[in-house]
């Protein structure tokens, strides 16, 4: 049975459309938000295959007028965020305006930076806006109205309160966080990951199911959003395999869009834990993509946090494996065994050393791994610790 | 496991408050939503006992202008809300202004509908904006913004997009919907509802239980109402039969807030069944309260629909007992039990002739049970099955 963790708050996308060839109604739903969008876009792939040509012959027909903003292929970087407001505040921002992300996370959360920043102008950077980082500046007045396309199953931004903005020099991955940020409509249309490549699909889909797990062990429970959380873990099943196999797989598709969605709603109202809290450390100091980074660590964070949640991973593996266990033992077991078979299947490597990591980094990932994301993993973990288990797994 | 059904929609309050105690943070949520509040007020013990007094005391300390607008304490009928919209009329609207609902689903659903009418002048009365009655008319224009404040544990009224309006001459009850009918906020604190005595408790609880089952099993799913309402189920335990006898139980009062809660997330976004149907043709033709007439049919509505719903009924059995069962028989057997047992435990009346129904009623029941949610009732139920099962239950 779950256990009820009150008080909490819980902040959700007023309005969710899910479903298969849905990126049909894109007009009127921006529509519902204003007269003119600017676009961020995320990928390539999308405008080649005609995708956003489709979407912004419908918005025409639906009497939005769309303006290119942005388009952007690999995680936000402070300047990106600069550089689309500048150019956002050099257009003019009127009345009716809003912004449409079209794309991955990093789209997504882009759009979420500069739609909140547009209209909280004490400074021209970022920084001064990010968590731990820069002036502590906050996003006071309301952000302009966004409406988020996802077209990779993974990080869930869609359905967040905050983007993650990440820098090399100096070296940080921080977020952009307010109440006011997550987006007012989310269009989920799941045909829009079919053109994601294998790797892409694997490393998204993980990010996902680490989302659900870790917002589900966490110590800052949510009672909304564990049950979310597990009824992902419920849905997913086989289907990041599948996806990774047969990226046409509608099934397979479906499930994973909804699976990243659902870890977005969870997410954004609980915490997380070790797995997401060094995957920004491996992302600012190596370079690891997040979901890859993700899923290296999420067997790790497993083994690490079970001693203290034996009955929430027996809950995990009943869901993972959609059958009963003898024991809560056995089903607490079952858990980390099935993420590191779904590792296996779709390719996610065992040891740092693969994805590029040194020895002589570690000491730099330890101390970047304490950000917002770590203070939610179930355990207490000492540098000691921590160094003790990323070098064994080099 | 669950089963994903795709596609779906759905719709969700922007921000959920919930926490004992936490009225006292009234105050700057209404000010987030406008300057001037229009409160609709649920029942006459909230004034008695200082509540009222002491939230609006906080409203005006957060420089909000509270302003009473009506007062109510049976359902709405169709004069209730056409007096407070025109009460409101006379007031002016201006920007900045916002609906406050403090009480039951009565109130709120008041307040809904004056806040969409108020908004959408076609007609001076809101029977021409009901469905099945009146000339059609739709809500087209956003209504005021709406903060819900639940003073009990029922209806679920603070996360639905319809307000349920009643008329006696001639008969029906009829709902007023719209998307954009959502309240904005919805600020639960469990505390308000220590005052509410058993008798209400027990049917209001009652209520929420039956939208928790009926959004379950319906034959319109989605699958995060889903999630919701068997998280609502599990957490339910025992609770009705604690808050039934000791009204000022802390955790009795939360886990039912709570059920409540997520029963209106979650029948907002899917079907209800054949207890909802009855229940409304038991309110128009034999005036019994909702809460009352959906407990004294539930436990027929769930062994009409167990034959097709037996895997559900197995879950909902396993998330009412906290346990496990042999067979998916023993499971979904335990379930319909255990809503007897929780009928019997709070005084639930087991036939319609206890509630004072006749006879030759009968036939009025059942064609005014053919409403929005008897189409969601698993099961298609012909006018004489209904006709038999209504008459066993004399």
């Known amino acids: 049975?779950?256990?009820?963790?009150?008080?909490?708050?819980?902040?959700?996308?007023?309005?969710?459309?899910?479903?298969?060839?849905?990126?049909?109604?894109?007009?009127?739903?921006?529509?519902?938000?204003?007269?003119?969008?600017?676009?961020?876009?995320?990928?390539?792939?999308?405008?080649r295959s005609g995708a956003l040509g489709e979407l912004l012959g419908l918005l025409a027909?639906?009497?939005?007028?769309?303006?290119?903003?942005?388009?952007?292929?690999?995680?936000?970087?402070?300047?990106?965020?600069?550089?689309?407001?500048?150019?956002?505040?050099?257009?003019?921002?009127?009345?009716?305006?809003?912004?449409?992300?079209?794309?991955?996370?990093?789209?997504?959360?882009?759009?979420?930076?500069?739609?909140?920043l547009v209209q909280n102008p004490q400074s021209d950077t970022v920084r001064d806006y990010l968590e731990g980082?820069?002036?502590?500046?906050?996003?006071?007045?309301?952000?302009l109205p966004l409406m988020a396309v996802p077209t990779t199953a993974g990080t869930g931004s869609e359905a967040?309160?905050?983007?993650?903005?990440?820098?090399?020099?100096?070296?940080f991955k921080k977020s952009l966080r307010s109440d006011q940020m997550i987006p007012a409509i989310v269009l989920v249309d799941p045909e829009l990951a079919v053109s994601v490549p294998p790797e892409v699909t694997a490393w998204t889909g993980m990010d996902a199911i680490t989302q659900l797990i870790e917002?589900?062990?966490?110590?800052?429970?949510?009672?909304?959003?564990?049950?979310?959380?597990?009824?992902?873990?419920?849905?997913?099943?086989?289907?990041?395999?599948?996806?990774?196999?047969d990226g046409s797989s509608r099934d397979a598709r479906q499930r994973m869009a909804h699976a990243a969605l659902l870890s977005g709603m969870a997410l954004a109202n609980s915490g997380l834990g070790m797995a997401h809290g060094v995957a920004a450390?491996?992302?600012?100091?190596?370079?690891?993509?997040?979901?890859?980074?993700?899923?290296?660590?999420?067997?790790?964070?497993?083994?690490?946090?079970?001693?203290?949640?034996?009955?929430?991973?027996?809950?995990?593996?009943?869901?993972?494996?959609?059958?009963r266990w003898p024991s809560q033992r056995a089903a607490a077991e079952v858990a980390v065994e099935r993420v590191e078979e779904m590792c296996q299947a779709v390719g996610v490597p065992r040891w740092l050393s693969e994805i590029g990591v040194r020895r002589e980094q570690i000491p730099a990932l330890?101390?970047?791994?304490?950000?917002?994301?770590?203070?939610?993993?179930?355990?207490?973990?000492?540098?000691?610790?921590m160094t003790a288990l990323l070098e064994e797994m080099l």
């Not at 600069?82 to 009345?95: C, K, S």
């Not at 589900?216 to 996806?243: C, F, H, M, W």
Request: glycine share 10%.
């Open 133 to 143: 980082v820069g002036r502590g500046l906050k996003i006071e007045r309301p952000p």
């Open 160 to 171: 967040t309160k905050n983007a993650v903005i990440s820098c090399y020099d100096p070296p």
């Open 281 to 323: 450390a491996l992302g600012v100091h190596c370079r690891v993509p997040h979901g890859l980074a993700c899923a290296v660590m999420l067997p790790v964070a497993m083994r690490v946090n079970r001693p203290v949640r034996e009955a929430q991973f027996a809950r995990i593996g009943r869901a993972l494996s959609g059958r």
């Open 1 to 47: 049975m779950h256990q009820a963790y009150f008080p909490y708050d819980f902040l959700s996308p007023r309005r969710i459309v899910f479903g298969w060839g849905r990126r049909a109604e894109i007009g009127p739903l921006a529509r519902s938000l204003g007269r003119r969008a600017f676009v961020v876009c995320g990928s390539r792939t999308l405008e």
């Open 215 to 245: 917002a589900y062990i966490t110590r800052k429970p949510n009672p909304v959003a564990q049950a979310l959380a597990i009824s992902g873990l419920e849905i997913t099943g086989d289907a990041i395999v599948e996806a990774y196999r």
């Open 61 to 116: 027909r639906a009497d939005v007028e769309a303006r290119p903003l942005a388009t952007i292929t690999r995680e936000p970087e402070v300047d990106d965020v600069d550089r689309a407001v500048a150019a956002l505040r050099q257009a003019g921002v009127a009345e009716g305006d809003l912004l449409l992300a079209i794309g991955g996370g990093s789209a997504i959360d882009l759009a979420k930076a500069v739609a909140a």
């Open 366 to 385: 330890v101390a970047g791994s304490r950000g917002n994301s770590m203070n939610g993993n179930p355990r207490d973990l000492s540098d000691e610790l």
